[in-house]
Structure formats: C-alpha cells, structure tokens
C-alpha cells in the first residue's frame, strides 16, 4: 500500500541557508501535518493544511512556511538556517478534517543537519 | 524513572513477558489519545487510539487504559516480543481542531530481551 512519500530522506545544510521538504500524502488523503522532532526529543507539531489551506499551526518558528498545492502535496521551507533546526521533520497525512477515526499515518521522516 | 535532558525512561522486559508503559497526559481538556511506536530512523506508527468516554481499549497484544481523573494513561503489550523493542510515545488532542494536531509526551524506551 502506498505511504506518505518525503522526501528528500536526509538533507545538509549550512547556517543560514535554505532548505525545502516535501511531502506526498496517501493517495485521497486531503490533510497533512508537519512534525519537528529533535534529537532524544518528542515530536513537536508544527502545523496543518486541510484543502490548502492553514488548518492549524503549532510551534513553528516565523522563518518557516509551509503550504499545501492542488495536488495535496506539501512542502516546508526553512530559511535563515541555524544549527538548532537539525532535527527529524515528519509528515503525517490523513482523510478528512474534524472527523472521527481517520488514522494519521506518519513518513519516514527527512533528517535535516545544519553544519 | 523521570527522563532528563536526553535520556528516555526505559523499561527491559524479557522476551513473552507483560509490558506496561505510562504515561500522563498535561491538557484535561484532551479527549483523544494515541499510542505510538517508533523504531530507529522511522516514523511513528500507530498502535491504538482511545477516547475520553471510554476507559479501556483492546487490540490485538494491545490494551490502552484511560484514567481521567489522574490524567494517566497505560499501554500493556501482553506476550512481549524481541520485534516490539522501540520507543513509545502517547499523544494528545482536543477534538474540535485538526485530528492529528497532538501533544506527544516523553517517549519511553522499550527493549525486550531475548
């Protein structure tokens, strides 16, 4: 069965660069999450689309931004890079906002090392 | 035991033993709650969900126990086996936003010997 597709799988970036992660929910799947997890940490939520547009939003930092396009893809840009963003970034997709037992599945995750 | 900085809670079990992970939950206003594995270098899977009007929830190995009232929430995995070795995160929400914008506690660290 198809998964949620991120990619890439692992990144490298300087300080005060830019990185873009995407994010390619299961097929019909209209919402999708971001997820900051940090090394031994919890994931942190970051924020959410549903139709494309801003669902929710978490602890995402202003240097960040997000958006989801018509084919229900995601992508996260992270600009102004600094050595605390290198961290585990997990997208999670599901059917339907605000509707009961719709189970978030969860990529593989992009690891993210800002050197 | 309390995790600190970086290190998870842990909890050794041998192999086909019961395990029991805890874990309280900050936010009474949250309603829903799921248990989530994640082995190295993956996502987290999920394992079972439960909500506020029920107080226990079986599934297969599986049985997620809800105490509202001390705002603690258990996972038992009975017959514990080598493959359920991870770490295990319980997560929070409150209905009425995004289903999946949750709250994840500290994860604990489950190593199952063989």
């Known amino acids: 069965a198809a998964g949620v597709i991120q990619s890439p799988r692992h990144l490298i970036k300087e300080k005060r660069e830019t990185a873009t992660l995407k994010c390619y929910p299961i097929?019909?799947?209209?919402?999708v999450y971001w997820y900051q997890q940090g090394p031994g940490q919890d994931p942190q939520f970051l924020i959410s689309f549903y139709e494309k547009m801003q669902s929710d939003k978490g602890s995402i930092p202003d240097r960040f931004s997000a958006q989801q396009f018509s084919d229900y893809h995601s992508e996260l840009n992270m600009s102004s890079l600094e050595l605390g963003d290198s961290a585990l970034y997990f997208c999670a997709s599901s059917h339907s906002y605000r509707t009961d037992d719709t189970e978030a599945f969860f990529g593989q995750g992009t690891r993210l090392t800002v050197v | 035991g309390e995790s600190v900085g970086l290190h998870l809670p842990t909890l050794s079990v041998q192999e086909g033993d019961n395990s029991i992970i805890n874990c309280a939950y900050s936010?009474?206003?949250?309603?829903?709650f799921i248990w989530y594995k994640q082995e190295s270098g993956k996502g987290p899977q999920f394992i079972i969900d439960i909500r506020s009007n029920m107080d226990k929830r079986q599934g297969q190995r599986v049985t997620v126990l809800l105490n509202k009232t001390v705002k603690h929430l258990s996972l038992q995995i009975a017959a514990t086996q080598p493959g359920d070795s991870a770490v295990y995160f319980c997560a929070e929400n409150i209905s009425g936003g995004s289903n999946y914008k949750l709250t994840f506690g500290k994860g604990t660290l489950l190593t199952v010997n063989p």
């Open positions: 936010n009474s206003a949250s309603d829903y």
């Open positions: 097929p019909r799947h209209d919402t």
